[in-house]
């Protein structure tokens, strides 16, 4: 089983729906958690950290549910610029020092 | 302004011929750390560094090497590149990390290595 897990999608979805996906992990010692957003062929780029008690910023809502070992990431009115993939990140079970990435979900919207 | 560069941006090289991707932070960030990309692998780190002189394998070493002489710098070193290592590279900087807690990481505009 991989350390973290992630739906590949592609999630395609209308101009201002609500989307959500979720990120697996395997490391129930994990303390650290984030959401990357990466656009095509370019670097990933922080969207927020996510915190025990949750995480909002505008229309961005992460959580984590330590009991079923995922995080999940809420985005609603979503905008065409919203397209790109989203990535999940977890400290590793071996160490916190070594980052472990999903492989990154798919996201299209459409108009 | 705040940023980790790298270079150079692409590079098509031959197998056997060594390669050095530079990678520099002006964030005065103790750790850093080096990915790489593949299709439905997503990213893989490669080496990780998380201060001066203290470096340590990630999950893909082979075939790689890292030097960590100076805070700011993390190069990537390919002493004897081969195909397989053809693939879109990162490096990443973050603020530190602290016992169980690890810090968001900022990456540099990527290194498209092609070796044929």
């Not at chain 1, 919203?82 to 492989?103: H, Q, R």
């Not at chain 2, 050095?20 to 932070?25: A, E, G």
């Amino acid at each position: 089983r991989k350390e973290v897990e992630q739906d590949p999608g592609p999630f395609n979805v209308p101009e201002g729906a609500t989307v959500a996906f979720n990120c697996t992990y395997s490391n129930s010692a994990s303390q650290s958690f984030f959401w990357y957003r990466q656009d095509c062929r370019k670097e990933p780029k922080l969207l927020m950290s996510v915190y025990s008690s949750g995480n909002e910023d505008g229309r961005f809502t992460a959580q984590l549910n330590r009991a079923s070992q995922y995080i999940s990431l809420l985005i609603r009115d979503s905008k065409l610029s919203d397209s790109a993939t989203y990535l999940c990140a977890v400290n590793s079970y071996s160490s916190a020092s070594k980052i472990i990435f999903g492989s990154g979900t798919r996201l299209s919207i459409r108009p | 302004e705040a940023q980790v560069t790298q270079n150079p941006r692409y590079l098509i090289t031959v197998t056997g011929k060594k390669l050095t991707v530079t990678c520099s932070q002006n964030m005065n960030h103790e750790y850093m750390s080096w990915y790489r990309q593949d299709p439905g692998l997503g990213l893989r780190q490669i080496y990780y560094s998380m201060n001066v002189e203290v470096t340590d394998k990630g999950d893909v070493p082979e075939g790689y090497k890292v030097s960590r002489k100076e805070k700011r710098n993390f190069p990537l070193i390919l002493e004897s590149p081969s195909p397989n290592q053809t693939s879109l590279y990162f490096c990443a900087s973050s603020f530190s990390w602290t016992g169980d807690l690890s810090y968001e990481q900022y990456f540099g505009p990527g290194t498209r290595l092609t070796v044929t």
